[in-house]
């Protein structure tokens, strides 16, 4: 998909991807590492990746869980009749994501828990924006806009303030929300806050609904701004050195608290 200003709805993923434009994802990761970010592999299939795309699916677009995924049938793959059944079924699925009954059960058990924050249907999911930031070209994806706030899904260890507020910090999950409160600005979307929906991965999957401050998003701006800055100096200069520091590093007795 070509870069074009705007935002689109029902935009599949692989689409989405082959935009050439810089993502949320670009800026959190070169902040923390321009080695990492210019040597960054594709995310291969994992049974962890599967998961959140399936809790993504249940959860924002559930009527479109028959086009990608499929249950696995209960067979013994130890048993040569079972190994054969299984074989059959990876062959009838085409490019569905087979996923097992107890996986599909615990991210529908997740989905009820949170039933009252399910996207209504006059909501847009998976919105796609294509933006200028600072003369350069981005992309973002909403997990869901509901016309006055941006939404965003977060499976976390934690979901407690202490533990999310945490997650924050460790993910530049601040550096995101403002991103995409610019993205919104910039296409004319009203967008007063960007607010999370953090749930537990484990039972009994308690969650909480976070959103940030002015002073939490300004700060999120600045780190997006050095973020890109880092990004244009490190290809300005053909030098992209692991956590942008070379050198020994001290580490001193105030950073161990």
Not at 30 to 45: A, F, G, Q
Not at 64 to 75: C, L, M, S, T, Y
Request: a negative charge; hydrophobic letters at 35%; proline letters at 5%.
């Amino acid at each position: 998909m070509d870069f074009k200003v705007g935002f689109y709805e029902d935009v599949p993923y692989e689409e989405y991807a082959s935009i050439p434009a810089y993502r949320s994802h670009d800026l959190t990761t070169v902040i923390k590492c321009p080695y990492k970010w210019k040597n960054e592999l594709p995310m291969k299939e994992s049974p962890a990746l599967i998961e959140g795309r399936l809790q993504h699916t249940l959860f924002l677009e559930i009527d479109k869980f028959d086009d990608e995924f499929v249950i696995e049938p209960n067979v013994d793959r130890r048993t040569k009749a079972g190994k054969e059944e299984y074989e059959d079924f990876k062959a009838s699925i085409g490019d569905r994501s087979p996923v097992k009954q107890d996986m599909y059960d615990v991210c529908m058990e997740r989905r009820s828990i949170v039933e009252e924050y399910v996207p209504h249907e006059t909501h847009k999911v998976e919105l796609t924006l294509c933006f200028h930031w600072h003369n350069h070209p981005f992309k973002a994806r909403m997990d869901w806009y509901d016309g006055q706030n941006v939404w965003d899904l977060k499976t976390a260890r934690d979901a407690s303030p202490r533990g999310f507020k945490s997650a924050i910090n460790n993910f530049n999950y601040h550096m995101q929300a403002a991103l995409y409160l610019d993205a919104a600005k910039a296409l004319d979307l009203q967008a007063d806050q960007f607010m999370f929906l953090a749930q537990e991965k484990a039972h009994p999957y308690p969650f909480a609904v976070y959103t940030l401050s002015e002073e939490a998003i300004d700060y999120g701006r600045a780190r997006n701004e050095q973020a890109l800055k880092t990004i244009i100096d490190c290809k300005d200069r053909d030098d992209y050195k692991p956590f942008n520091v070379s050198g020994v590093q001290t580490v001193e007795l105030s950073d161990l608290y």
